[in-house]
Every structure is written in structure tokens, then in C-alpha cells.
């Protein structure tokens, strides 16, 4: 995989991430909203570069959503107190299964969109 796919990725990742928790934040003092409206914004907008620059929709969306769900809801027991029960975290460990499955069957190189953004 491309290290700036990787990195776009990632970024998106972390925006998504961060946005959630803020929306969390926000159920008690609403001064975090505006940004979650930009952490947002911007998760979308990486991930379109990242899908422009080649990498396979299935592959980001599986890999964006699966990672956002696990850091969020880990996270959620650290900074929020939140409680994970065995069927949450046995639900966690699948959708990590089901992103290293997605990922495995996926090309490496999507050629129809590379030609697609060169032209």
C-alpha cells in the first residue's frame, strides 16, 4: 500500500475519531460542536483523497469505519468511564477480522482510477 494512501488514511481515521469523542463532549457542554462539524467535514474530505489517489472504496470504507469503531469505543473507557461488555468487545474483535478479510481480497493497485485522476 502507498505511504501517502497510508497516511491520508490514518489522518481520516484520526479526524473521524476525534470528532466522535468530541461529539460525546458535547452532550454536556455544547462548545465542542463546532468542532465536530469540521473534524467531520474533514474525515470526508481525506477520504475522498484517498480513494482519488487509488485505494479501493471497499478497502477505506471497511478500514475507516472498523478503525473508528475500535479506537471509539476504547477510547470511550478511557476518557468517559464507559463500560465495554464481552459481547462489545467480542463484536470489535470481528469487525477487525472482517477488515483484515476485506483487505486481503482487495488489489493492490486500483489501475481504473489511477487512469481516471491522470487524465
Known amino acids: 500500500m502507498n505511504s501517502t494512501r497510508l497516511l491520508l488514511l ?12 468530541m461529539l ?5 457542554d455544547p462548545v465542542w ?8 467535514a474533514a474525515a470526508f474530505f481525506i477520504l475522498g483523497l484517498t480513494q482519488r489517489l487509488g ?19 476504547v477510547l470511550g473507557v478511557v476518557l468517559f468511564g464507559e463500560l465495554l461488555s ?3 468487545i467480542i463484536g470489535i474483535a470481528l469487525i477487525i477480522i472482517g477488515v483484515i ?17 491522470t487524465e
Open 10 to 21: 490514518v489522518t481520516a481515521i484520526l479526524a473521524e475519531v476525534a470528532a466522535t469523542l
Open 86 to 88: 464481552v459481547g462489545a
Open 55 to 73: 485505494m479501493p472504496l471497499g478497502a477505506v470504507y471497511a478500514t475507516w469505519s472498523a478503525s473508528g469503531v475500535a479506537l471509539v469505543a
Open 24 to 28: 460525546r463532549a458535547a452532550v454536556a
Open 33 to 40: 460542536i463546532p468542532g465536530v462539524v469540521v473534524l467531520y
Open 101 to 117: 478479510l476485506v483487505e486481503s481480497g482487495t488489489p493492490e493497485e486500483s489501475a481504473t482510477v489511477e487512469t481516471e485522476v
